[in-house]
């Protein structure tokens, strides 16, 4: 089946800093990409909406200057948390909508620990 | 009311028993996503279904429709499916809205 990739894993960072995380659709193109965040015992929530070529579109309450999104081709898809803190600290997981199918895979996540 | 709901909310079942976990939306939809999560995080796809059932391996996923209602079985429960199962439905072009989830606990 298709597969979407995330990268990196898990990565701690110091509070102020900036920490870019990628997804990537390996094997299918993806015009739109979404961005997720999961706080512990809690379901995914919807940050924004990447779509190949255009700006992102964000949900309400997601600041976009500090989460930013860019889609610059058809398999890669990049979250940037910038300046940090540790109320950031979350499980981000993106998802790929397959162009020709119109199906949605969902990468492993991505763990970060803001210091 | 949620737009989606899922029951039960928790799950215990021994080795071997079949599991049943129900999903009711309230929106009309072309299709449902069926999700599983590890405890380490990891989403994994199980089934994207539009109508009647689909099987893969153990797992059963059946669609009605009509009454706005999906069930996934598991045959044959192992404690390798301990997990929470989610069930996801798009209520706004792809968009997913996501069900509270399923913790499934399965001992051996």
């Known amino acids: 089946g298709a597969v979407v990739s995330q990268h990196p894993s898990r990565v701690i960072c110091k509070s102020g800093t900036s920490v870019k995380i990628e997804c990537r659709s390996l094997?299918?193109?993806?015009?739109?990409m979404f961005w997720y965040r999961q706080f512990p015992k809690q379901s995914l929530m919807l940050m924004a909406t990447?779509?190949?070529?255009?700006?992102?579109?964000?949900e309400q309450g997601v600041e976009k200057d500090k989460f930013l999104i860019n889609h610059a081709s058809l398999t890669l898809s990049t979250l940037t948390v910038t300046s940090a803190h540790p109320e950031d600290s979350s499980f981000y997981i993106c998802s790929a909508r397959e162009t020709s199918s119109y199906e949605q895979y969902f990468g492993p996540g991505t763990r970060l620990t803001v210091t | 009311k949620n737009e989606v709901e899922q029951s039960p909310q928790n799950l215990t079942a021994q080795e071997g028993e079949f599991i049943t976990i129900n999903c009711s939306y309230s929106v009309g939809i072309s299709a449902l996503h069926w999700l599983q999560q590890h405890p380490g995080g990891g989403i994994v796809s199980l089934f994207m279904?539009?109508?009647g059932k689909k099987k893969h391996g153990r797992l059963i996923a059946t669609i009605n429709i009509q009454e706005k209602h999906s069930s996934l079985h598991i045959t044959a429960s192992h404690p390798r499916d301990s997990a929470v199962y989610i069930c996801a439905v798009p209520t706004s072009g792809s968009r997913l809205t996501f069900g509270e989830g399923t913790q499934l606990t399965v001992n051996p």
């Open positions: 094997d299918f193109q993806a015009t739109t």
């Open positions: 990447s779509n190949e070529g255009s700006k992102a579109t964000y």
């Open positions: 279904l539009s109508s």
